[in-house]
């Protein structure tokens, strides 16, 4: 399933705008299940206090992608952060689901504070949950570098590869950290249902397959590669609540298929090795190592 991310300039006519956007998509030869759109104005925060920037009301930009694409899904909210959208609430009975990302580096990026950032991800999805109630709700493409710069006029460049917030890229996607985060985050936001949850792309920085320097070979996979492939094999799955005694240390993820089948995955968010009991499974204790990834069942 193929979603379009539409960034509507708002400049003119609206219809006009978007039927040029269906156009250019025909032309292309694409097969969209859904079309996400947004105005441009909105990929900056507007902070409380301030004057909202010149907008067309989404009602009219939403009733204008219906027209120019009647035959799929409409999604909208925020192509930045939940911060946002908390701020402008769309009006969710015309959309067909809602969405936003996140992004763990906008205030500190050292390793502690980004897997500690995951904490809040329940909170997020809980306060989505209570303004849009049972909408159908997306996630993504959330990844541990910043993709879009809402709080400036953009990210920073990371050609060295150093932990800095806000960054264009970051040296832990690509390595077993990357894995990590991605099942921890998965695992923090199971419980909230979510219609969809993307946490990378095919390529690039933010992809799935190495560029040439890394630690694998370019264009082999990156650690987050086995992460993201075990979260697709869990589709349709039904989740499973799960935890673990301390999940600061070690988060799990269960999920149950139509057959019974169990699945759970383990992350350990540490640098540190962290012995796992087991009891009940084939094995009794589990060594893992630093951000090691482990699937059961």
Sequence with gaps: KTTLECVVSCVGDLDAELSGVAG???????????????????????????????????EDIYSAARRAFPDIRLGGGMFSYFTELNRKRVPADLLDFVTHCTCPIVHAADDLCVMQSLEALPFITASTRAIFGPTPYRIGPSTIAMRQNPYGGATKANLQGQRIAMADRDPR?????????????????APAGLEMLTLCSFT???????????????DEPRPIFQAVQGLCQLAGFRHVAAR?????????????SASGKTVMWLANLTAREVTVDISGFE????VMTPYAITRIG
Excluded: N
């Design 24 to 58: 250019m998509v025909r032309q292309a030869g694409m097969k969209l299940s859904a079309i996400a759109v947004s105005p441009s104005v909105d990929r900056q925060s507007t902070p409380p206090g301030s004057a909202w920037p010149e907008c067309p009301p989404l």
């Design 204 to 218: 690039g920085p933010f992809g799935v397959l190495a560029a040439s320097g890394e630690p694998v070979g370019e």
């Design 173 to 189: 996607h690509a390595g077993q950290f990357g894995a990590a985060w991605t099942i921890g985050y998965a695992a923090r936001v």
């Design 283 to 286: 094995r009794r204790h589990l």
């Design 244 to 256: 673990t005694s301390d999940e600061t240390r070690v988060l799990t993820l269960a999920a149950r």
